[in-house]
Structures are given as structure tokens and as C-alpha cells.
């Protein structure tokens, strides 16, 4: 059974830094491909940023580039979504994804604002 919990939302100030982590049970999670997205209220989801496998190749949306940092822990099964210089447009519930499969888990809400 595929699971999928994400963690680290939460309240921020503009500016600030938050650090979301996804525990993946129930598949090959050393050889896959994964994906944070994000759901802003009234939006579709969309894709934040990607990590391949190994870790060695990621990419990211234009809108977060230089600030969100994605990475992966294979033994502990964690990918992680490290969010830089926040902004209020950041403001969405963010789920990981295994890239290419309908897997979500339950999501965690980053609400930037001041």
C-alpha cells in the first residue's frame, strides 16, 4: 500500500524559511522519481519542483527557482522541499508526489503572511 505523509507546514512571515519532508512507504522509493506540487486556494495543482532518483538531477517551476531546494534521503525514504524568501503567492497546500503515478498524500498547508 503506497503512502505518503507530508510534514512541515505551517505559519510564516514573507522572507521566512519553512522545510517540508515526505515519508514514502509502499513502493521502490530509491528508484523513483519524485514531486512536490502545490494547490493555492481556486487554482489547479501545480508542479513545484523534481527530483530524479539519485538525487543528482532536480528542476523546479520558474516561479521558485533559486528559492525552494528540493533533495531526498533514500535510506530514511524522505524527499525534502527546503522553501527560501517566502512569499505570499508561496501560499498553498503542498503534496509530494511518486512523478508519473496518481499517488498524494493528505498534503501540508504553508500559509505565508504577515
Known amino acids: 500500500q503506497v503512502q505518503l505523509v507530508e510534514s512541515g507546514g505551517g505559519l510564516v512571515q514573507p522572507g521566512g524559511s519553512l522545510r517540508l519532508s515526505c515519508a514514502a512507504s509502499?513502493?521502490?522509493?530509491?528508484?523513483?522519481?519524485m514531486s512536490w506540487y502545490r494547490q493555492a486556494p481556486g487554482k489547479e495543482r501545480a508542479l513545484v519542483a523534481t527530483?530524479?532518483?539519485?538525487?543528482?538531477?532536480?528542476s523546479y517551476a520558474d516561479s521558485v527557482k533559486g528559492r525552494f531546494t528540493i533533495s531526498r534521503d533514500n535510506p530514511k525514504r524522505t524527499v525534502y522541499l527546503q522553501m527560501n524568501s517566502l512569499k505570499p503567492e508561496d501560499t498553498a497546500v503542498y503534496y509530494c508526489?511518486?512523478?508519473?503515478?496518481?499517488?498524494w498524500g493528505q498534503g501540508t498547508q504553508v500559509t505565508v503572511s504577515s
Open positions: 527530483i530524479r532518483s539519485s538525487g543528482s538531477i532536480t
Open positions: 508526489n511518486r512523478l508519473g503515478y496518481n499517488y
Open positions: 509502499g513502493f521502490t522509493f530509491s528508484s523513483s522519481a
